[in-house]
């Protein structure tokens, strides 16, 4: 679903923007009324405790679930205006431009490294193969675009720091090797906005060193990224804007200093007790003239 | 029972005496197994009263071969595949060496296969060459290019399908019925079988292609059963279970394979014979499966088949990374039809008949088993694969000598699905992965590396 840009709600700086989200499985509101807006040019991330609906609202953003109620809007560079929620996900990623990787990652794991990236050019590839007939018999163009993929693939490789591993099958990777890859293959897809669920699951610190600085030139190539992360030192060092969910609801929102210090933060990570955490806000907020929350 | 042994220093003392223990327990386990269904047979007599026969020659020989057989499993096998194991982990490196071999082995086959005919005839003369040409030839390289068929949609794509025989006969049945009805030439009729195929193929594809793994494998095992219970049924247009006869043979270049004055023997001045007619199948044979491999190899190679696999690999990877799951799989789906049915109108071809019967389930699992033992995907494995499947059977027919052992109503090919059964319980647990089971990368960097087996995945889809 193509439209103009001319709804008010939306500055031209939102990439995204997430409306009154709601997904329901079963009895569970998995996510609850849930808007926000990520920006242009900048990270995002989305945390919260365990089961907070963080992968839900993934799912719901890339097509995987159609959620309940409430409305995703994805605005392109060009100006193009897309409606997630009634997109199918194969459709957001080829037409909308949002790429994502898993919480359990998800390689093709029997194909190689190299061959991974250019599945991820399929759509781009199809095209200039005419649809396999063209490139079948032959034809120079797809001859021509095949080659540029490889070199995509490789540059992307290099960036991912998996060049020579590039002919070995993506099963055989370490895990943080892995989970580069999958970043560098969602890359593949030309993305204006890349959606990582935890890439710095399971990385040691010197891998998880590595992976902010390809995040933070991911972003500064002009690629938004949103990104779901438990691990606080990566959410602090390299976000720009930073939104906090407690069982499906937004908690707080704002930049990663402003996060750290809300006192509905600290409690939902401490857990402490609800009418304690109304407490604790009044305590915050007559201390600093109620800019809190 | 194995891992005792498999734990124990081999030191060769105490591995026969091991053995010996061990093949005395193993005697006595089937003596005890076999006692009553081997050891007595009962019969009735014309007052139908019960008799009981005691059959302890049988009972004792099925008892020797257990117990030798696990002997010489002790002494002889299981530290051979011990060994084996170790050598396999300890020489990766050295597989380098056989490349030589390993790269030319497709040349020298199809020198072979094109030498094949001739080498007979000159060795059994024309009608002794017939067997050799039909029986273990054609009949081979059709089920070497229906599984090479199937492989494009069970191996690359991992899509289980139980019904891929529906195809096949649906290309038979357009060749049989539109060249009785409509008198057109093999050539034309073809093209146009793989097309009406591969749309059958689209139209079973489109429903069912939202299922996956299991349910998958069910309805296309319906589907085809399907066809077949219209061929039964609609005998209007199929005849039925009669079957469609006198189909017209293929020409070569219209030159007909008869015993009219413009027909091949005469043309060139040939004694009659059929041998002519098998010898140009052949050929004719040899090329489909050539242009169904190069065109398999192709594909492979092109952004579908790439998809294909990956598809295979991880379906929800695929959509994420904007791949329409249902096209891919559509296609994978159809072009595999496509060679069924090419297959199926060559089959029509040659046989000059075709009836319900010879599209039972049995065929579909037959092509199955074959992709499942050459190795998900290989072409090289398979074509082994079919070589041992059918020329096994044809292999059996063959044994006549084994009735001066089991009696004269002894027919060896009806033994072939037990033996099938156990030679691929064998092959499975020796490879599980099939004859072939790495995989060759369609695209490479630096250097082709072959991917093992053990990071491929049969799919669930
Ligand atoms: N397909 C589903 N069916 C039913 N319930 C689901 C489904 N997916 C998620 N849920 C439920 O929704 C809630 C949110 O799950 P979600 O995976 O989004 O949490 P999360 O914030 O990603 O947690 P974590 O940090 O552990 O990854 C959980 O209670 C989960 O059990
Ligand atoms: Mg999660």
């Known amino acids: 679903m193509i439209m103009k840009v001319s709804d008010s709600m939306t500055s031209p700086e939102d990439i995204l ?20 807006t990520a920006r242009r040019g900048e990270i995002t991330a989305l945390i919260g405790p365990n089961g907070a609906g963080k992968t839900t609202v993934f799912n719901c953003i890339t097509g995987f679930y159609k959620p309940t109620m409430g409305m995703i809007r994805m605005t392109r560079q060009n100006g193009e205006e897309h409606l997630l929620e009634r997109l199918p996900d194969f459709i957001i990623t080829r037409d909308a431009k949002v790429a994502r990787t898993f919480q359990n990652i998800r390689l093709f794991s029997g194909l190689t490294v190299l061959e ?71 890359m593949c897809t030309d993305p204006e906005l890349l959606c990582l669920d935890e890439p710095a699951a399971g990385l040691n610190p010197k891998e998880s060193l590595a992976l902010n600085t390809l995040l933070r030139s991911i972003r500064d190539e002009g690629t938004s990224l949103l990104l779901i992360e438990h691990d606080m030192s990566v959410v602090m060092e390299i976000s720009d804007h930073v939104v906090v969910l407690e069982y499906g609801q937004k908690i707080s929102d704002g930049t990663p200093e402003h996060v750290k210090n809300d006192p509905k933060v600290i409690a939902a990570y401490l857990g402490v007790d609800d009418d304690e955490v109304d407490e604790a806000i009044s305590e915050v907020e007559s201390l600093d003239g109620g800019q809190g929350a | 029972m194995a891992n005792t042994v498999l734990d124990t220093p081999a030191t060769e003392g105490s591995l026969v005496g091991k053995a010996i223990k061990e093949a005395l327990f193993t005697g006595v386990m089937t003596l005890g197994l076999f006692l009553l269904y081997i050891g007595f047979r009962t019969d009735q007599d014309i007052s139908n009263t019960p008799i009981v026969y005691g059959r302890p020659g049988l009972l004792a020989i099925f008892v020797a071969i257990a117990a030798v057989g696990r002997f010489l499993m002790v002494v002889f096998v299981q530290p051979l595949l011990k060994a084996r194991k170790e050598a396999k982990a300890a020489a990766v490196v050295q597989d380098r060496e056989a490349t030589f071999f390993k790269k030319h082995i497709l040349k020298f086959a199809l020198v072979a296969l094109i030498f094949y005919p001739p080498v007979i005839v000159s060795l059994y003369g024309f009608q002794g060459s017939l067997k050799f040409v039909d ?20 191996g690359l794509a991992g899509l289980l399908d139980l019904g891929y025989v529906a195809f096949y006969a649906v290309g038979a049945y357009s060749y049989a019925l539109l060249s009785s009805y409509y008198g057109l030439s093999f050539w034309v009729l073809l093209p146009i079988s793989g097309i009406l195929a591969a749309f059958w193929g689209m139209i079973l594809g489109f429903p069912v292609l939202r299922l996956r793994g299991d349910y998958l494998a069910i309805v296309t095992l319906a589907f085809g059963e399907i066809i077949r219970l219209v061929l039964i049924n609609w005998t209007d247009v199929t005849k039925g279970t009669f079957g469609v006869s006198s189909i017209p043979k293929a020409t070569l270049f219209g030159i007909p394979f008869d015993a009219s004055p413009n027909g091949f023997a005469k043309m060139f001045g040939l004694p009659m014979s059929s041998a002519y007619y098998k010898i140009f199948l052949f050929y004719l044979i040899l090329v489909l499966c050539l242009i169904t491999a190069y065109v398999t190899i192709r594909l492979r190679r092109m952004p579908v088949g790439r998809a294909w696999e990956a598809l295979r690999e991880d379906e929800i990877a695929c959509r994420s990374l904007g791949i329409n799951t249902v096209t891919t799989k559509l296609t994978a789906f159809s072009i595999g039809a496509m060679f069924g049915g090419f297959a199926g109108s060559f ?30 995907g ?21 044994m006549e000598f084994l009735k001066h052992f089991f009696g004269p109503d002894f027919t060896p090919e009806l033994y072939r699905m037990l033996l099938f059964g156990l030679a691929m319980v064998v092959v499975m647990i020796l490879k599980p992965r099939g004859f072939v089971g790495s995989r060759e990368p369609s695209a490479f960097l630096r250097e082709k590396k072959a991917v093992s087996g053990s990071f491929t995945k049969e799919g669930h889809g």
């Open chain 2, 135 to 154: 029986n273990f030839g054609i009949q081979i390289l059709i089920y070497v290019m229906l599984a090479w068929g199937l492989n494009i949609v069970v």
């Open chain 2, 347 to 376: 089959f029509a071809a040659r046989q000059g008949f075709v009836s319900p019967e010879s599209f039972v389930f049995m065929e579909s699992a037959v092509i199955l088993a074959i992709v499942v033992l050459g190795g998900m």
């Open chain 1, 116 to 186: 991974n990236l250019l599945v991820a050019q399929h759509n781009k590839l199809m095209r200039a193969s005419g649809y396999t007939l063209l490139g079948l018999l032959g034809s120079p163009i797809y001859k021509r675009e095949a080659k540029k993929a490889i070199e995509k693939a490789a540059h992307w490789l290099e960036r991912a720091d998996l060049l020579d591993r590039a002919d070995d099958p993506a099963g055989d990777l370490s895990y943080g090797a892995q989970r580069r890859l999958e970043i560098a293959r969602a």
């Open chain 2, 378 to 398: 290989s072409l090289t494995g398979i074509a082994v694969a079919a070589i041992v499947m059918t020329g096994g059977t044809e292999l059996l027919r063959e």
């Open chain 1, 17 to 36: 923007s997430v409306e009154h989200l709601s997904m329901r499985f079963g009895g569970l509101m998995a996510i609850n009324d849930l808007s926000f």
